[in-house]
């Protein structure tokens, strides 16, 4: 079942709410009973990995080798 995390957009507090297909109860935040959330991605797809893109994969690192 899969957890997803809500974050107040009044108090900022963090709420995790697990979600049935077959109960789309509306959330709201369990601290301040604000229904003004916002959906957080989960953490294993949040990471952003902009400076992930392998450059350093061939024999020459910066790409100007002269042995190349
Ligand atoms: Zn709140």
Do not use: W
């Not at 077959?22 to 952003?48: M, Y």
């Amino acid at each position: 079942m899969p957890i997803f995390e809500y974050k107040c957009k009044k108090c900022g507090h963090i709420t995790e709410f697990l979600e049935k297909h077959s109960d789309p109860r509306k959330h709201v935040c369990e601290k301040c009973k604000s229904p003004d959330l916002q959906k957080l991605l989960s953490t294993f797809a949040a990471g952003h990995s902009s400076g992930s893109t392998s450059q350093s994969n061939g024999s020459c690192p910066t790409g100007t080798c002269p042995l190349s």
